[in-house]
């Protein structure tokens, strides 16, 4: 899926990619988890993020607060 992801989900999960991969490549750089885990902690999140279209700014702000920290705790979870 990729970059793909917000064509096929909706504008929220380019919102939650955005997010997620932020936090893997953050992890990656500073060494806590492989390359590989940057995609699997996206997959990860896109997954367990449930959310609707967008209506304002402050719902995209919820929904990348959201996504961070369902990334920060599947890689707490999953690395360490």
């Known amino acids: 899926e990729g970059v793909w992801v917000g064509v ?7 919102a939650v990619l ?3 991969n932020d936090v893997g490549v953050s992890a ?8 590989g885990g940057i995609m699997d902690t996206v ?3 896109l997954d367990s993020c449930q ?3 967008p209506q304002s700014l402050a ?3 919820h929904i990348n607060a959201d996504a961070t920290r ?5 890689m ?3 690395y360490g």
């Open 8 to 14: 096929v989900r909706g504008g929220w999960a380019c």
């Open 18 to 20: 955005s997010a997620s």
């Open 28 to 35: 990656f750089l500073d060494g806590r988890i492989p390359f």
């Open 43 to 45: 997959e990860h999140t």
């Open 51 to 53: 959310s609707t279209e």
């Open 59 to 61: 719902e995209c702000h």
């Open 70 to 74: 369902i990334a920060t705790a599947y």
């Open 76 to 78: 707490k979870q999953t």
